[in-house]
T-cell receptor, first 113, second 109 residues
Framework: DADVTQTPRNRITKTGKRIMLECSQT?????MYWYRQDPGLGLRLIYY???????NKGEISDGYSVSRQAQAKFSLSLESAIPNQTALYFC????????????FGQGTRLTVV | RKEVEQDPGPFNVPEGATVAFNCTYS??????FFWYRQDCRKEPKLLMS???SGNEDGRFTAQLNRASQYISLLIRDSKLSDSATYLC??????????FGSGTRLSIRP
């Protein structure tokens, strides 16, 4: 089983719909992240959380919200999806401290039509 | 200025060639550095950490230059299987993990 699990893996939704992407981890890490990847733009940070009571905006948080329901769960919501939110979304976790790597989920491919 | 910048490539080199990528970062307080590899439509995975003294893992060598604020990745005797996107990652102390936009590498037979 994967250490970082994202659901769904693929989703097609209509403009204006609310959609939630879920991420759960079994690594016991405090830190969790949501990234968006578009062709040629690399990974851009949407939101991140350093513990259950901590939520921080990343560089492209507009149009998104998150919830850290537990140490192991971090969900990303699109309140009213729009076509330019079509992208590949990754959840990642890391341990606290600076010299730690990030572990990624397998990604969610979201298409907004 | 972006916090982490990479040449997007693509680099297209023949099998067996040596190829090098650089990555610059803007936060001088950055503490740790990594190179990740990402295959098409897959999640990024750690390739190697980058240590101040430089480090080597088989055909891969990573270097850090704190004075000039850049890290590098050298791949020797490149293989077809090295074709991927290579992401530079900076992890400042007590701060979010920052990814470069990635450098695409394509190895041709």
């Amino acid at each position: 089983d994967a250490d970082v699990t994202q659901t769904p893996r693929n989703r097609i939704t209509k403009t204006g719909k609310r959609i939630m992407l879920e991420c759960s981890q079994t690594k016991g890490h405090d830190r969790m992240y949501w990234y968006r990847q578009d062709p040629g733009l690399g990974l851009r940070l949407i939101y991140y959380s350093f513990d259950v009571k901590d939520i921080n905006k990343g560089e492209i948080s507009d149009g998104y919200s998150v919830s850290r329901q537990a140490q192991a769960k971090f969900s990303l919501s699109l309140e009213s999806a729009i076509p330019n939110q079509t992208a590949l979304y990754f959840c990642a976790t890391s341990d606290a401290g600076s010299a730690t790597e990030a572990f990624f989920g397998q990604g969610t491919r979201l298409t907004v039509v | 200025r972006k916090e982490v910048e990479q040449d997007p490539g693509p680099f297209n080199v023949p099998e067996g060639a040596t190829v090098a990528f650089n990555c610059t970062y803007s936060n001088s307080a950055s503490q740790s550095f990594f190179w990740y590899r990402q295959d098409c439509r897959k999640e990024p995975k750690l390739l190697m950490s980058v240590y101040s003294s430089g480090n080597e893992d088989g055909r891969f060598t990573a270097q850090l230059n704190r004075a000039s604020q850049y890290i590098s990745l050298l791949i020797r005797d490149s293989k077809l299987s090295d074709s991927a996107t290579y992401l530079c990652v900076v992890n400042p102390r007590a701060s979010k993990i920052i990814f470069g936009s990635g450098t695409r590498l394509s190895i041709r037979p």
